[in-house]
C-alpha cells in the first residue's frame, strides 16, 4: 500500500503562483511498483477533472488542456514527492487538488485522464483564487 499526502494548496489572487507537493509513503517495493502519479481536481459540483500526470520512470508529462503552459508538474523520485508548479492562477483553477498513483500499467501511464483508473489517492488540498 501507498499513502498519499499533499501540501501547499492556499488562497491566492488571481495570476500568483501556488507549487503544490505530494510525499509518498510505503514500503520502497509498493512505492517502486508505481508507474504514473499525477494531480486531479474538483471544484464545488463540478466533475472531478485530471489535470496532469508523470509517468515515474520516464518523465513523461501530460497535461489537460485547461492548464497547458501554465503548469508543471514534476517529481523528485530519491525523495518520493510529486509536485504540482501553478502559475497564473485563474478563478477557475479553485478546486480541491487530488495526488493520484497507479501501478500495473507497464511503466507508462494510462492513456486517459480517467480518475476510476488510478488506485492511490490522497486527501487532497484547497487551492483557492481569487478575482
Known amino acids: 500500500q501507498v499513502q498519499l499526502v499533499e501540501s501547499g494548496g492556499g488562497s491566492v489572487q488571481a495570476g500568483r503562483s501556488l507549487r503544490l507537493s505530494c510525499a509518498a509513503f510505503?514500503?520502497?517495493?509498493?512505492?517502486?511498483?508505481?508507474?504514473?502519479m499525477g494531480w486531479f481536481r474538483q471544484a464545488p459540483g463540478k466533475e472531478r477533472e485530471g489535470v496532469a500526470t508523470i509517468v515515474r520512470g520516464g518523465g513523461t508529462t501530460y497535461y489537460a488542456d485547461s492548464v497547458k503552459g501554465r503548469f508543471t508538474i514534476s517529481q523528485d523520485n530519491a525523495k518520493n514527492t510529486l509536485y504540482l508548479q501553478m502559475n497564473s492562477l485563474k478563478p477557475e483553477d479553485t478546486a480541491m487538488y487530488y495526488c493520484?498513483?497507479?501501478?500495473?500499467?507497464?511503466?507508462?501511464?494510462?492513456?486517459?485522464?480517467?480518475?476510476?483508473?488510478?488506485?492511490?489517492w490522497g486527501q487532497g488540498t484547497q487551492v483557492t483564487v481569487s478575482s
Open positions: 493520484v498513483a497507479v501501478a500495473g500499467w507497464n511503466g507508462y501511464c494510462p492513456p486517459t485522464l480517467r480518475s476510476d483508473v488510478y488506485n492511490y
Open positions: 510505503g514500503y520502497t517495493y509498493s512505492i517502486d511498483s508505481i508507474d504514473c
